[in-house]
């Protein structure tokens, strides 16, 4: 069965703070999917990344960065710098690589970026 | 180019109701699914459809139907509402190939008392 865990419920830090965010994912699928989404506080699914299981590279947008190792089944999420609107649920999400590709959701890390 | 249409945005039903939740993309995608998100949760599959006329049981069907008469539309009913389907309802579409990508809708927040 496939699973992806947060273990972090909430953090909270001051601007300008580094901050990380894990996710440790389970899947028998030799082809699978990792994705980071972000809901603001109004609601809305924004689309942060998707790495393909095949690709290892690590991965820099911004301040945004993405830790993907397969040897521990994680792909954390790092935001440098961190800023107010930065505040949201950031959800990691797995898809399998068959047909259907629905994806399985972690239940989220609530992030507060206080000024 | 307008993406993944949800309708209404917001709904209050009274028990035993039942009503029709509206999903519409125009980017000709064969792939749709319907998704519930509960307060403090991350999503959960309702249904999904992999074409016109084809869709299946996804984690929670429960409570819910689906049909695919066309491409576009991805409409999900609600049989006899109860509180356990207050939840907001994401329906979202995606692409094919190796680098997929997924586009939601806006949600659509149902509560039913």
């Known amino acids: 069965a496939q699973k992806v865990t947060q273990a972090q419920t909430e953090i909270s830090v001051v601007e300008k703070e580094d901050v990380t965010l894990d996710c440790v994912y389970e899947t028998r699928d030799t082809t699978y999917y990792l994705f980071w989404y972000k809901q603001p506080p109004s609601g809305e699914l924004v689309f942060l990344i998707r790495r393909n299981s095949f690709d290892e590279q690590n991965e820099i947008s911004g301040r945004y960065s993405w830790n993907f190792q397969k040897s521990t089944s994680s792909f954390n999420f790092t935001i440098t710098a961190s800023q107010v609107v930065d505040s949201a649920v950031y959800f990691c999400a797995l898809s399998g690589g068959g047909n259907n590709r629905k994806l399985i959701w972690g239940l989220g890390t609530s992030l507060a970026v206080n000024p | 180019n307008a993406g993944v249409t949800q309708t209404p945005k917001f709904r209050i039903l009274k028990i035993g109701q039942s009503m029709t939740l509206q999903c519409t993309q125009d980017m000709n995608h064969n792939y749709m699914y319907w998704y519930r998100q509960d307060p403090g949760m991350g999503l959960k599959l309702i249904y999904y459809s992999v074409g016109a006329g084809i869709t299946d049981k996804g984690e929670v069907p429960n409570g819910y139907n689906v049909s695919r008469s066309t491409t576009e539309d991805f409409p999900l009913r609600l049989e006899l509402a109860a509180p356990s389907q207050t939840s907001v309802y994401f329906c979202?579409?995606?692409?094919?190939?190796?680098?997929?990508?997924?586009?939601f809708g806006s949600g659509t927040r149902l509560t039913v008392v």
């Open positions: 979202a579409s995606r692409t094919q190939g190796v680098n997929y990508g997924y586009t």
